[in-house]
């Protein structure tokens, strides 16, 4: 009656853990980018512009360009005077006449403004801004300024005394501030545009803000319209 000795158990091994399989490397990167997997849009790539997303004049017309600070641009945000910049297309070192200027740019030709430098018979100079299809009258622009007459300034003697180029001129910023007088209906205007002082950039604002900034005076100087 004597019992047997059982034979020793040996260890049960247990089992191997089942590994969870891991997400596939695409999944992983797609995660990682684009904010948690979010499909990118598609008319936008790595700040890529579709040709194919419209923009509005606005845009179209200073889009391009909006990063680049003109001196006029410069005086305007100094002075925290509002102001909408805008860029029209042109040749290299070309200007567009003014009408051109305002087709460009889709607006009323009315609402655009040339700047014109002039000396008078006592030798100062003067400026005028006039809207871009009219003509300056020497005889009423004498008068407005108290001169017994004024000729137009040749372009040659611009650049050296206002800082500008013909095409790119502009009341405000020039190197001296010269008596200046705009057409008188320039204050029928909501905004106005001129020259930021380079060729292919323009500026809109206020007309009061305008005169102000240049300390100008308004009168009729135009040739009546033919």
């Known amino acids: 009656g004597t019992r047997r000795p059982q034979a020793a158990k040996s260890p049960r091994e247990k089992p191997p853990k089942r590994r ?14 684009g904010g948690g997997g979010k499909p990118r849009p598609t008319g936008v790539r790595n700040g890529e512009k579709d040709s194919k997303i419209p923009c509005d ?8 360009k909006k990063e680049e600070k003109t001196n006029v641009m410069r005086v305007l945000d100094q ?18 006449d003014g009408v051109t200027v305002a087709q460009n740019l889709g607006i009323n030709p009315a609402q655009v403004f040339k700047t014109l430098v002039t000396k008078g018979a006592s030798g100062g100079y003067y400026v005028f801004d006039i809207p871009v299809a009219a003509t300056l009258d020497l ?23 206002t800082g500008y180029v013909h095409g790119g001129c502009s009341p405000i910023g020039m190197k001296k501030q010269f008596p200046t007088v705009f057409h008188h209906s320039a204050l029928d205007q909501e905004t106005i545009f001129v020259s930021a002082g380079k060729i292919g950039f323009q ?24």
Request: net charge positive.
């Open 203 to 226: 500026v809109e604002l206020s007309p009061a803000d305008l005169m102000k900034l240049v300390r100008g005076t308004a009168a009729d100087v135009t040739a009546a319209a033919e």
């Open 20 to 33: 969870v399989q891991e997400a596939a490397p695409y999944e992983k990167v797609k995660n990682l980018r």
């Open 139 to 161: 005889k009423k622009a004498a008068k407005a300024v108290g001169e017994k007459s004024i000729a137009m300034l040749h372009s040659k003697e611009l650049l050296p005394l």
């Open 57 to 64: 004049r606005n845009e179209e017309n200073h889009m391009s």
């Open 79 to 96: 002075k925290k005077i509002p102001y909408t910049p805008h860029t029209y297309p042109h040749g290299d070192g070309e200007a567009p």
